[in-house]
Each structure stands twice: as structure tokens, then as C-alpha cells.
């Protein structure tokens, strides 16, 4: 990083700090109309089209957004510019996924959709006061599932999404999913970095070796 970047980087840094309460409650609120408008899309196909994938992810999404919008203020500020982008991104990007015009719900699917949003609910209820939007480190937890993986709420989304897409697959829910999931990795990449400055994270890791998905990464 040249020396203009990194004066950037820190003044950026310093107006997320000097604005926090207005960065999360603006990001709150963008969360709840994004979900708003998600959840009207998926529960109209479900009455229309009676298609349980559909209201499957309405449900999913509506816990999630509940669950960050009601979490207290987070006492730390990320100052990274970089690190707020690609969480905000990651957050709303997959609310633009939408029905295909055919209905294809598959029992198999069906059973691994809600699967994944189990996993990634149970991380959030894991995680309870120490959840947030943005990489920080609010306390290295190493109990229930992340005793198997080290990021389960990413992993719950990736195979809860990825069940719905492959019941609703469309060339712009597929473009959608691939930057979904190159977004939710750099995220895991930049929680890594701000957790590996913290020695207990380190021994964490090297216990638990697999990030998301157990022998594959």
C-alpha cells in the first residue's frame, strides 16, 4: 500500500469512527427496506405459486435482519473502508435474488435449504452479543459449531442459497450467487485478518482447520 492509500485508508477509517451511530443505524435501516422488499417478492410467489423455497428464504432472511437490526451497538469500529464495503455488499447483494418463472421445489433441496439456514441461525444465536456486520473482533468463540468450522453462519448461507438457486435458476441468480459467494470469502478473509491479531484466535485456528466446509475449506 503506497503512502497516499494508506492516508486514505486512515481517513476513512477516522470518519467511520467519528460517524458510527449514523453508519449503523443507516445501515440498519437499508437492511430492514432491502428485507422489506425481498420478503413482499418471495411471500407473493409463495401465495401465488405456493412455492415452499420461496418462503423458506423469506423466513430465513426475516430472522437474519431481526437478529442484526436488534443486536446492541457494537463497542468496536472497524476502520477499514475496504472491510465496511464488502460486508454491506454481502449483506444486501443476495436480497437480489428472485423466483424463476418456473416452480421447481425438490423435497432433497428443500431439506438442504432449510438446513443451511438452521446452521446459520444457530451460529447467530452462538454468536448472540458478539454478532456484527463488520470483521472485528468481539470475542473468539470456539463452542458448538465452531467446534466444526470456524465461519458456520457463512456456511449455513452458502448452502441455504445455493438450494435456492438450484430450485429457481436463472442466468442472474447464478451471476448473483457466484458474487454472493466471492463476497462472503473476502469477508471470511477479513475477519481472519483482524482475528489472527489475537493470540486465542491463532490456537482456534490451528485446532479448527477448515474455515467453512470440512476437508474442502
Known amino acids: 500500500m503506497t503512502a497516499s492509500e494508506n492516508a486514505s485508508e486512515k481517513t476513512a477509517g477516522a470518519f467511520l469512527v467519528s460517524h458510527r451511530k449514523t453508519w449503523e443505524y443507516l445501515g440498519n435501516a437499508t437492511l430492514c427496506l432491502s428485507a422489506v422488499i425481498f420478503n413482499y417478492v418471495m411471500l407473493t410467489d409463495f401465495l401465488v405459486r405456493h412455492r415452499l423455497s420461496s418462503l423458506y428464504v423469506a423466513i430465513f432472511e426475516a430472522a437474519v435482519v431481526y437478529f442484526s437490526v ?8 472497524n476502520r ?5 464495503v ?15 418463472p418456473q416452480v421447481h421445489d425438490h423435497f432433497p433441496l428443500l ?28 470475542g473468539v468463540k470456539t463452542g458448538g459449531l465452531y467446534g466444526v468450522v470456524r465461519h458456520p453462519i457463512y456456511a449455513g448461507y452458502f448452502l441455504s442459497f445455493g438450494a435456492f438457486l438450484m430450485q429457481n435458476i436463472t442466468l442472474v441468480n447464478v451471476v448473483i450467487y457466484l458474487l454472493f459467494v466471492a463476497l462472503e470469502l473476502m469477508r471470511i478473509g477479513a475477519e481472519e485478518r483482524v482475528l489472527s491479531q489475537d493470540p486465542a484466535y491463532v490456537g482456534y485456528a490451528r485446532t479448527i482447520r477448515w474455515r467453512v466446509l470440512p476437508l474442502i475449506y
Open 70 to 77: 436488534t443486536r446492541p451497538m457494537p463497542k468496536q469500529t
Open 80 to 84: 477499514s473502508l475496504y472491510d465496511w
Open 86 to 100: 464488502i460486508a454491506l455488499l454481502g449483506s444486501y447483494l443476495i436480497m437480489l435474488m428472485r423466483p424463476a
Open 111 to 138: 431439506l438442504v435449504q432449510v438446513t443451511g439456514m438452521v446452521i446459520s441461525l444457530t451460529g447467530l444465536f452462538s454468536l448472540n452479543k458478539s454478532f456484527g456486520l463488520v470483521a472485528a473482533n468481539r
